[in-house]
C-alpha cells in the first residue's frame, strides 16, 4: 500500500481559489474513506476539514462548509478538494489519511502548504 499524495498547496491572496489533490493508490479498491485535516502551525491539534466516504457521500467542517467543495476521481484514485474564497484562517499544511475500508487504509500523506496572505 503506498501513502497517500497531496499536491496543489499554494500561497494566494484572500479570496481566491485552490484545488487540492490527494491520491491514494488502490483508495477505492480497498473501500477506503480519504479524509483531509489541517495543521496550523507545528505542534499544533490537526483539525478534521472534510471527508469523502466509502460510498463517496462528502462531509464538511462548519469553518468550511459553502466555501469548499469534495469530488473523487476512482480510476485516478484522487479526491479532490476544491477551496473557494480563501481566508487568512484557512492557512495551514493539508493532510489527507485513508480510512475504514481494510487493511490497505490507514495512511497518512506528507501534506501540502496552503499560505492565504495579502
Known amino acids: 500500500q503506498e501513502r497517500p499524495v497531496e499536491s496543489g498547496g499554494a500561497t494566494v491572496q484572500p479570496g481566491e481559489s485552490l484545488r487540492l489533490s490527494c491520491t491514494a493508490p488502490g483508495f477505492s479498491a480497498n473501500g477506503c474513506a480519504v479524509h483531509w485535516y489541517r495543521r496550523r502551525a507545528p505542534g499544533k491539534e490537526n483539525e478534521w476539514v472534510s471527508a469523502m466516504s466509502t460510498r463517496g457521500i462528502p462531509r464538511y467542517a462548519d469553518s468550511v462548509k459553502g466555501r469548499f467543495t469534495l469530488s473523487r476521481d476512482t480510476r485516478e484514485d484522487t479526491v479532490y478538494l476544491q477551496m473557494n474564497d480563501l481566508e487568512p484562517g484557512d492557512t495551514a499544511m493539508y493532510s489527507c489519511?485513508?480510512?475504514?475500508?481494510?487493511?490497505?487504509?490507514?495512511?497518512w500523506g506528507q501534506g501540502t502548504q496552503v499560505t492565504v496572505s495579502t
Open positions: 489519511v485513508t480510512t475504514d475500508g481494510n487493511s490497505g487504509c490507514g495512511y
